[in-house]
């Protein structure tokens, strides 16, 4: 058995228990709740839901924590060592393990529902390699590097605020991080963003989808409520989930105006949206009346296609686009369509960047400022162009020196003197 480390943990074969779980609840006020292996409510992890709820924190913030929470509870119970027992060796094992630990592969819910529990294969040869279409690349077999980052932030915070109330051990295993060496010339040492073991997390420039492939991409749709949301999403500038938040009264084609739920805030923003993605609303809007979709201003705007009607969720949206990826071999995302709206608006002259921060809905005008610098197909576009200019500056010919007749150097060497 191959011993990594000072604390003699096979970290290289080690796999993760799959012992209590994350559960969603029908309770406002406990939206998720920690199981145990026991299947037992987590105490202490209950608690700090109930404090991030308290500071504003959503349903979906608390369950990305929760699944943080519920992989180091697992880590843990794999060694047996109690969470108030932690100590930095295990959290330092913890991050190693992260960094060279196999994902695990979740069960399809349609598997689980028959029955069925194995997962199914990985495609080890397409992860990790860029998409041909796209430029990005596949999810990898290990955890990213933002998923171990955020985890080590959620953990470094859980355990913060136990050591505050009293609740958790006198030292947080998960230590903030150290002084670097101060610089020449700088007034004071920097200090490190985030925690000791949280790792560095390379700067990730928005991907936004250049017209031609935005046109391929609409052009892959099917029926059109998908045309109707692609248009929204590229010219307004909503996330995929507040776009479907919208009710039927919240369209106004008069206006060109859409109301959506801001992800955040909660608050109610009409958001301007173009011309045509109202022309296919409304195209929409024509058939699932015919198709018997329930009708009035306190509906809901998107529903699904098929009978029983239900309204359209993320993940069947997330799937809409998934299956015309299939058919051009690409894998542009939901969030991709946000980038391209930020890219358009931001990039043109004529409209001011505090227009398209309230738009975006962002906190900060330095948010909306990284839509600023052209994007990765524009900057390979103008290199292009400097090169041909090299090439045909270089198939110019030389300039004769004064004193020599034309007549005679065409002679010599043809009429390209």
């Not at 406990?30 to 959503?58: I, K, S, T």
């Amino acid at each position: 058995m191959l011993e990594t480390g000072d604390s003699g943990r096979d970290l290289v074969s080690f796999a993760l228990p799959e012992s209590g779980g994350l559960v969603e609840t029908s309770d406002p006020a406990r939206p998720y709740v920690l199981l145990d292996a026991d299947g037992a409510v987590v105490g202490p992890v209950d608690v700090y839901f109930a404090e991030l709820q308290a500071c504003g924190r959503p349903a979906t913030t608390i369950r990305s924590y929760g699944m943080d929470l519920l992989r180091w509870w697992r880590f843990l119970s794999g060694w047996e060592v109690a969470w108030n027992r932690a100590s930095r060796a295990d959290a330092r094992d913890f991050a190693r393990w992260m960094a060279i630990a196999p994902k695990p592969v979740r069960v399809h819910w349609r598997r689980r529902a028959r029955g069925d529990t194995s997962p199914l294969p990985v495609r080890r040869s397409s992860a990790g390699v860029p998409n041909a279409v796209t430029g990005r690349a596949a999810p990898g077999l290990t955890y990213s590097v933002r998923t171990r980052g955020h985890c080590e932030t959620v953990l470094r915070s859980f355990y913060a605020f136990h050591l505050e109330e009293g609740t958790g051990p006198i030292i947080n295993p998960f230590p903030a991080g150290r002084n670097r060496r101060r610089a020449p010339g700088s007034p004071s040492p920097s200090t490190s963003g985030g925690g000791q073991y949280r790792p560095t997390i390379p700067r990730r420039l928005p991907r936004r989808i250049p017209d031609a492939r935005f046109n391929e991409l609409f052009a892959a749709l099917r029926h059109n409520r998908d045309r109707a949301l692609l248009a929204f999403w590229a010219s307004n500038g909503a996330r995929a989930e507040e776009l479907l938040t919208s009710l039927q009264r919240d369209a106004l084609p008069g206006d060109q105006l859409l109301g959506v739920i801001r992800k955040g805030t909660k608050e109610y923003q009409q958001l301007p949206s173009s011309t045509d993605a109202f022309v296919w609303l409304r195209l929409y809007q024509e058939e699932a009346r015919r198709s018997g979709v329930p009708q009035g201003p306190r509906e809901k705007l998107w529903w699904t296609l098929r009978r029983p009607f239900r309204p359209l969720a993320y993940h069947a949206a997330r799937a809409m686009l998934n299956r015309a990826n299939a058919l051009l071999g690409a894998n542009w995302t939901l969030h991709d369509l946000r980038h391209t709206a930020a890219y358009r608006m931001a990039r043109d002259p004529k409209l001011a960047l505090t227009d398209v921060q309230w738009v975006l809905g962002h906190a900060h005008l330095t948010t909306t400022q990284i839509y600023l610098p052209a994007g990765r197909e524009e900057v390979v576009e103008a290199v292009l162009a400097h090169h041909e200019r090299q090439t045909r500056s270089a198939r110019l010919p030389a300039v004769p020196a004064p004193g020599y007749r034309p007549e005679s150097l065409n002679e010599l060497f043809g009429t390209a003197w």
